[in-house]
């Protein structure tokens, strides 16, 4: 059976314990064309940005929430398998059952938490990512046009802006809209593997 996979992070601190939680992800199934072959489509992501319990988007997180929501998805898949399995195989083979790879491998349910951990302890600010000529974009998708919407991508604090698109997600007239939240991390000239790679090497060189 197919899964999804996290290639790595790129979380952006944006206070000092606020983080936007980016991934560079692959959901199963999904393909694009690139230089004339077929690959599994890699798209930046903002991880768990809608929160089920209050039911409304939360783009800015901390890292207790971040660490709180692995804990709450490990507990969620124990309970669905645990009938049928112990819970100690399935803390082994965590991935297999939540269908999710990081990178080429099944996480463990402590590998999975690990890894949003060291993504949080290796946070870089926007600052140092644009020192670096990485850019980021976060803005609002709407498949259906609505005349109204905000100049997001006008916005130049960073935090005011994520405050702003958290209003209009969660604003229930524009529901109709279907709006989505539309991330990229991006570097002239350079794929979404190459960018990852360079941030990778940020964080070693912190």
């Known amino acids: 059976m197919g899964c999804d996979i996290i290639y790595g992070s790129a979380f952006v601190k944006v206070t000092d314990n606020k983080y936007l939680p980016i991934v560079l992800f692959h959901s199963h199934g999904e393909y694009e064309i690139v230089n004339g072959k077929r690959e599994k489509a890699k798209n930046w992501i903002l991880w768990e940005e809608y929160d089920p319990e209050t039911q409304k ?13 692995c804990k ?12 049928d399995k112990s819970v100690e195989r399935i803390k082994k083979y965590f991935g297999e059952y939540y269908c999710l790879h990081l990178g080429n491998k099944s996480p463990t ?21 644009r020192q670096n000529g990485i850019n980021l974009i976060l803005d609002i998708y709407t498949p259906w046009r609505d005349p109204d919407k905000p100049n997001f991508l006008g916005v130049a604090d960073l935090e ?19 709006p989505r939240v539309h991330v990229e991390v991006w570097k002239s000239g350079k794929s ?12 070693q060189n912190k």
């Open 57 to 69: 988007y939360c783009l800015l997180q901390t890292s207790e929430k971040i660490i709180n929501d």
């Open 109 to 129: 349910a402590n590998g999975y938490i690990k890894f949003f951990e060291e993504s949080i302890v290796n946070a870089l600010t926007i600052e140092q990512l």
């Open 160 to 178: 005011e802006r994520i405050l702003l698109i958290e209003k209009y997600l969660n604003d229930p007239n524009k529901e109709r809209f279907a």
């Open 192 to 203: 979404p593997l190459d960018v990852l790679k360079a941030i990778n090497e940020l964080k």
């Open 72 to 83: 709450t998805t490990i507990k969620r898949v124990i309970k669905e398998y645990g009938e």
